[in-house]
Structure formats: structure tokens, C-alpha cells
């Protein structure tokens, strides 16, 4: 059994690879269309592989995925499992939940007064859901780290129906 719960790439990851695919773009078509094809192929071929790889990283999602009554957080593709990750939930008996913000961190001059009144407030951020396992002693193990609250529901029905873990 799998679930497949929310894009792979947060969301600055994912701005940044799309204008990293849009540059290769059009590096790879200005190519086609001014030099003779014969002349630089092998280079075309490389900027055509780095497109299609750009574009698939791209579409990828997580999820949770259930094989041999294992638990495992996958990377999917287009519903395909690119790669799985065992989680071992023999020692845990619990479920939590950990409520967070993702943010990113462009305020590099703010040690500097001068600079600092002048810097655009380029950070971002954004609320996350950590979903956790609990031992005995309250000890945490991270399964995955998600943004959206609905997806948070599914994923504990989903570890909970599947595994002996409870909430």
C-alpha cells in the first residue's frame, strides 16, 4: 500500500529549479536554432538530459509506502517508487505531532547597521507538521515533514491503520 502525500521540493527548492529549467530551456534551444547540429551534439545531448532530469525532479512527491509490513517514507514519481527508506517502528508505541515554521534566512547584513535598513525582507516561511514517533523514554525519531494540515491527517490514518503505532 501507498500514499502519496505532497510535492517533494519546499517551495523556494522548487522557484529555484524552475527558473534553473527555464535557463537550460532556452540555453538548449538558442543551440538548436544558431549552431549546426553536427558541431556541438554531445553538448546538446547534455543540456536535453539535464532538462528531462530538472523536469522530473520537478514533478516528484513523498509519501508513505507499506511493503512486507514495513514502514517506508518513498519518493515518488509519477506514482512510481524512485527510492524508499525503511523506518524501523518496533521500539516506538506512539505517534506526535510537532508543529513548526519553515523559513529561509537572507538577512546576511544584519550585523552591519549601516546595511541593515537598506535590505529588502526576502525571508519566507511557512507553517510545517513534523510527524514523529515516541518511545518510552519520550525519545523522538522524525518520519516526515509535511506543510499542509489535511495531508498531516492522512498520513497518521494511513501509519496508524497499517502499523501497530497509535496516536
Not at 536554432?33 to 553536427?38: A, E, L, T
Not at 509519477?78 to 527510492?83: E, Q
Not at 516506538?92 to 510537532?98: A, G, P, V, Y
Given at each position: 500500500m501507498k500514499i502519496i502525500l505532497e510535492r517533494k521540493l519546499d517551495f523556494k527548492q522548487f522557484q529555484n529549479l524552475i527558473i534553473l529549467t527555464f535557463i537550460t530551456v532556452m540555453v538548449f534551444l538558442g543551440m538548436?536554432?544558431?549552431?549546426?547540429?553536427?558541431?556541438?551534439?554531445s553538448i546538446e545531448i547534455v543540456f536535453l538530459l539535464l532538462i528531462?532530469?530538472?523536469?522530473?525532479?520537478?514533478?516528484?512527491?513523498?509519501?508513505?509506502?507499506i511493503e512486507n509490513r514495513k514502514l517506508y517514507t518513498a519518493t515518488?514519481?509519477?506514482?512510481?517508487?524512485?527510492?524508499?527508506?525503511?523506518i524501523n517502528t518496533t521500539d516506538?508505541?506512539?505517534?506526535?505531532?510537532?508543529n513548526g515554521k519553515l523559513s529561509t534566512?537572507?538577512?546576511?547584513?544584519?550585523d552591519i547597521k549601516r546595511l541593515r535598513y537598506?535590505?529588502?525582507n526576502l525571508n519566507y516561511s511557512q507553517s510545517s507538521f513534523t510527524v514523529c514517533m515516541v518511545d518510552e523514554?519520550?525519545?523522538?525519531?522524525?518520519?516526515?515533514r509535511l506543510t499542509k494540515s489535511e495531508k498531516v491527517k492522512l498520513a497518521i490514518d494511513f501509519?496508524?491503520?497499517?502499523t501497530s503505532l497509535h496516536y
Open positions: 538548436l536554432n544558431s549552431v549546426d547540429f553536427k558541431s556541438y551534439y528531462l532530469i530538472f523536469i522530473s525532479i520537478l514533478f516528484t512527491k513523498k509519501g508513505l509506502l515518488f514519481l509519477f506514482g512510481f517508487v524512485l527510492r524508499k527508506i525503511v516506538f508505541q506512539l505517534l506526535s505531532i510537532i534566512n537572507y538577512g546576511y547584513t544584519y537598506w535590505e529588502p523514554s519520550k525519545a523522538y525519531k522524525k518520519i516526515m501509519i496508524v491503520k497499517n
